[in-house]
């Protein structure tokens, strides 16, 4: 037996990866026949480690019956449109129409089944009503697979962290055969902690921030530990904690956490007459109106303090923003932008990787989900420093095999590492997905045998 797939915006081809896996194990005989994808350092890793009959870029420009035949879809669809680090535009959004791509080809081509992923935010993406189980985006995938194209269609969000991988990552997994309703229920978990999976005695950091840093906390203070001017609880360390723009007065520490919870009250909004938003800026007389709270105190000039931040770089000084809706071919985009008709106010300087690192992995813990904008900010203990993560690490945390190599410099290594997939979860659910077969294969073939005997 022999099964052909093709791979759509493949990246480093993880699906084809953990479905050869999958077959293998079964020995089943497969053939990659179709390879698509556009990033040209992706290409040069995928060739590095696949076999490839045939490559194309975009899938656009490539026409149905230019396809060979074959028997699996594979299409990790780009996730932006649908994701919560993105504007969540969905259909509106031009990458958000890959998934007709999809559609065209499965219906031409009439494949036995196909495996579909994408980010979370896909489910409940543009919502009809609040307490739906899911959004009009999801129901329209689903529509078009189960209805129009006449599959049998699974899907499911699944946690990676319960497949033997040190990584929390939640994706949507939608797969659907000819030949039966696939289940992605109830697998066995798996776990691993990242102490499984890391390297030791690197070269680790000696900058001026990671001195500033371990001159306030041991190593092991910093396990778990993000830096970050936003929200974290107890685990978050804000730049103003350790001087990193300079060093700040007990008064100032105590104005910027009160500034940093008071910005996001919807009090304030409804007074600068702005739609509500998590994090606004708020004027002198707002800010003084909360700030000093004890009488003690009253002699402290809160603009002096304000001024003296901003010029440190820890608060900026801007005007508040407003919602603009701007029509787009697909539905209505949203955006904001400056409003320069309302009175300017401090704000904090929000930006999650404003800092050279961005969290301190705990080797006892799993990693968080690890997306391509901050895995170059995300350092792990190597004994009593910290340092970046490896290439091969990070492979390790997506479950590549140790023969997988990425033969690139580290930014272009972690800007595919965090797009791509885990790979034991999709060698898990190629696994049903084959059992889905082979039951099906059974009964035809019972089917046929008694059909075979009643006509002797």
């Known amino acids: 037996m022999k099964l052909k797939f093709i791979?759509?915006?493949?990246?480093?081809?993880?699906?084809?990866?953990?479905?050869?896996?999958?077959?293998?194990?079964?020995?089943?005989?497969?053939?990659?026949?179709?390879?698509?994808?556009?990033?040209?350092?992706?290409?040069?890793?995928?060739?590095?480690?696949?076999?490839?009959?045939?490559?194309?870029?975009?899938?656009?420009?490539?026409?149905?019956?230019?396809?060979?035949?074959?028997?699996?879809?594979?299409?990790?669809?780009?996730?932006?449109?649908?994701?919560?680090?993105?504007?969540?535009?969905?259909?509106?959004?031009?990458?958000?129409?890959?998934?007709?791509?999809?559609?065209?080809?499965?219906?031409?081509?009439?494949?036995?089944?196909?495996?579909?992923?994408?980010?979370?935010?896909?489910?409940?993406?543009?919502?009809?009503?609040?307490n739906d189980k899911i959004g009009r985006t999801l129901k329209t995938i689903l529509y078009k697979l189960e209805t129009e194209l006449n599959y049998q269609v699974s899907w499911k969000v699944l946690d990676s962290v319960n497949f033997g991988v040190p990584q929390s990552r939640k994706r949507v997994f939608i797969v659907g055969t000819k030949k039966g309703k696939a289940s992605l229920d109830n697998f066995e978990p798996v776990y691993k902690v990242l102490n499984n999976i890391l390297?030791?005695?690197?070269?680790?950091?000696?900058?001026?921030?990671?001195?500033?840093?371990?001159?306030?906390?041991?190593?092991?203070?910093?396990?778990g530990k993000s830096i970050k001017?936003?929200?974290?609880?107890?685990?978050?360390?804000?730049?103003?904690?350790?001087?990193?723009?300079?060093?700040?007065?007990?008064?100032?520490?105590?104005?910027?956490?009160?500034?940093?919870?008071?910005?996001?009250?919807?009090?304030?909004?409804?007074?600068?007459?702005?739609?509500?938003?998590?994090?606004?800026?708020?004027?002198?007389?707002?800010?003084?109106?909360?700030?000093?709270?004890?009488?003690?105190?009253?002699?402290?000039?809160?603009?002096?303090?304000?001024?003296?931040?901003?010029?440190?770089?820890?608060?900026?000084?801007?005007?508040?923003?407003?919602l603009v809706s701007e029509v787009a071919e697909n539905g209505a985009i949203t955006t904001r932008v400056y409003d320069d008709t309302k009175p300017k106010g401090y704000n904090i300087v929000t930006g999650k990787l404003s800092f050279e690192i961005n969290k301190i992995l705990n080797p006892f813990d799993i990693a968080p989900t690890l997306v391509a904008t901050d895995m170059v900010k995300i350092v792990v203990p190597d004994g009593k420093g910290v340092r970046k993560l490896t290439i091969r690490e990070g492979l390790r945390i997506f479950g590549y095999p140790e023969s997988y190599e990425i033969p690139l410099k580290d930014s272009l290594a972690y800007d595919l590492l965090g797009n791509t997939v885990v790979v034991p979860v999709i060698k898990s659910i190629a696994t049903r997905i084959l059992d889905t077969l082979e039951i099906a294969d059974n009964k035809t073939a019972i089917f046929e045998n008694t059909e075979t005997e009643m006509i002797h």
């Open 7 to 130: 791979d759509l915006f493949a990246g480093l081809g993880g699906i084809r990866l953990g479905f050869e896996q999958a077959c293998k194990e079964r020995g089943i005989e497969t053939e990659c026949v179709l390879t698509s994808e556009i990033k040209p350092y992706a290409i040069q890793t995928l060739k590095h480690n696949h076999q490839h009959e045939h490559f194309v870029g975009d899938i656009f420009q490539v026409k149905n019956e230019e396809i060979p035949q074959f028997d699996f879809l594979f299409g990790g669809f780009p996730c932006q449109p649908f994701s919560a680090s993105g504007k969540r535009n969905g259909f509106a959004d031009t990458r958000g129409t890959l998934f007709f791509e999809i559609e065209r080809i499965i219906k031409y081509h009439q494949p036995t089944g196909f495996i579909l992923e994408n980010v979370e935010g896909l489910v409940k993406h543009d919502l009809e009503n609040r």
């Open 199 to 223: 390297e030791t005695g690197k070269p680790t950091m000696n900058t001026d921030f990671t001195k500033k840093l371990f001159s306030y906390f041991t190593i092991e203070e910093l396990y």
């Open 229 to 322: 001017d936003k929200r974290g609880g107890e685990n978050n360390i804000h730049s103003w904690d350790i001087g990193v723009k300079g060093e700040c007065s007990k008064d100032q520490i105590n104005l910027l956490n009160r500034l940093f919870k008071e910005r996001r009250k919807k009090q304030w909004a409804n007074e600068i007459g702005i739609d509500w938003m998590d994090g606004m800026p708020l004027t002198l007389s707002q800010i003084q109106s909360f700030f000093p709270t004890n009488n003690l105190f009253e002699n402290i000039d809160v603009k002096i303090l304000l001024d003296d931040l901003v010029e440190k770089g820890y608060i900026k000084f801007e005007y508040p923003k407003k």
